[in-house]
């Protein structure tokens, strides 16, 4: 899993992308996985961002996601660019140019 620019402070959310369509998705409340960003579980707990870890590597082991990792987050939004990039989903739909 990586940690590629991931301080670990503040509220955190898990995301991936999913094995089938490649879409971005976020962790929930649920532990499922949500292409939805407002339902992305944002938590400081130690306890639970363990456990969103466990979940991920298993949905890992099982090909549900890839790239699996956590990143920070302020006031409910991603603190980097890119992630607050990839909340917004593709700049236009390539399904379009097929």
Same mark, same amino acid.
């Given at each position: 899993?990586?940690?590629?620019?991931?301080?670990?402070?503040?509220?955190?959310?898990?995301?991936?992308?999913? %094995?089938?369509?490649? %879409?971005? /998705?976020?962790?929930?409340?649920?532990?499922?996985?949500?292409?939805?960003?407002?339902?992305?579980? %944002?938590?400081?707990?130690?306890? /639970?961002?363990?456990?969103?870890?466990? /979940?991920?590597?298993?949905?890992?082991?099982?090909?549900?996601?890839?790239?699996?990792?956590?990143?920070?987050?302020?006031?409910?939004?991603?603190?980097?660019?890119?992630?607050?990039?990839?909340?917004?989903?593709?700049?236009?739909?390539?399904?379009? %140019?097929?």
């Amino acid at each position: 899993m990586s940690t590629l620019k991931h301080k670990g402070k503040g509220p955190q959310a898990m995301t991936a992308n999913e %094995l089938r369509s490649g %879409l971005n /998705v976020w962790m929930t409340a649920d532990y499922e996985w949500s292409r939805d960003y407002t339902d992305a579980l %944002l938590t400081e707990d130690e306890t /639970v961002i363990a456990k969103m870890d466990a /979940v991920a590597k298993a949905a890992e082991r099982f090909n549900e996601v890839v790239g699996a990792y956590f990143i920070d987050t302020v006031e409910g939004k991603p603190t980097r660019y890119r992630e607050r990039f990839r909340t917004h989903g593709p700049t236009y739909d390539t399904a379009e %140019l097929i």
